[in-house]
């Protein structure tokens, strides 16, 4: 079965400064991977997608993935952090009949 | 575009009573909707996936006699929780998808209390 795995429950960093959430994925076939925030109780927003078309993927709010088949990689990155962006950020990997998230990190951005 | 409402975002209930939250893609026809629980602080825990005119398919340790799901068309899902527990309090959210191997949009995720 597909699966991925979240490094770091909780990430810390300072307005402005280089945000990275680490995301490993394990399938025998090519993914189809996803990051999703979610805001206190909310259901989650799609950030971006990974379908195979490009290794690097941007999605909206300054955020984008890079698809890493050597590393089973797909970590997220925002170059520079902004009070807002502070969330729980989950990563998904999409099965033919499931979808299975991460543990989560949540982002704690200090002024 | 790719709107799910989810109805309603909380309910109060008595114990041994049963619960139906409804999942509805709005503007698009959703073939599989997915149906997670999650606990504070926790991931989404993946319940069941059900595909339009098809029985649900539930995960290992879900029992399907007392989380009813229901997808009866490409717009709606529902989850009824039977003779509900205090130990079913818990945030359940719905995500509807319009094919395989494609994201899935969330609805607003429902508060249950059970008392």
């Known amino acids: 079965a597909q699966s991925v795995t979240q490094l770091g429950s909780h990430v810390s960093v300072s307005e402005g400064a280089l945000v990275l959430l680490r995301c490993n994925y394990s399938?025998?076939?090519?993914?189809?991977l996803f990051w999703y925030v979610q805001y206190p109780n909310q259901g989650l927003q799609l950030l971006l997608k990974?379908?195979?078309?490009?290794?690097l993927v941007k999605g909206i709010n300054g955020f984008e993935a890079e698809f890493k088949k050597s590393e089973t990689s797909f970590h997220l990155t925002k170059p520079s952090a902004h009070m807002s962006d502070a969330a729980e950020y989950f990563c998904?990997?999409?099965?033919?009949?499931?979808?299975?998230f991460g543990a989560g990190t949540r982002l704690t951005v200090k002024p | 575009g790719a709107v799910v409402s989810q109805h309603p975002s909380w309910v109060i209930c008595k114990s041994g009573t049963s619960v139906k939250i409804e999942c509805r893609s709005l503007?698009?026809?959703?073939?599989?909707m997915f149906w997670y629980r999650q606990f504070p602080k926790q991931s989404l825990m993946l319940m069941a996936t059900?595909?339009?005119?098809?029985?649900?398919?539930?995960e290992q340790g879900v029992e399907k006699d007392k989380f009813l799901i229901n997808h009866a068309s490409l717009t709606l899902s529902t989850l009824t929780v039977t003779s509900a527990h205090p130990e079913d309090s818990s945030f359940y959210i719905c995500?509807?998808?319009?094919?395989?191997?494609?994201?899935?949009?969330f609805g607003q995720g429902t508060r249950l209390t059970v008392v």
């Open positions: 059900s595909n339009e005119g098809s029985k649900a398919t539930y």
């Open positions: 503007d698009f026809q959703a073939t599989t």
């Open positions: 998904a990997v999409r099965g033919n009949n499931d979808m299975r």
């Open positions: 995500s509807a998808s319009q094919g395989s191997n494609t994201e899935a949009f």
């Open positions: 990974y379908t195979s078309a490009a290794t």
């Open positions: 399938s025998s076939v090519p993914p189809y």
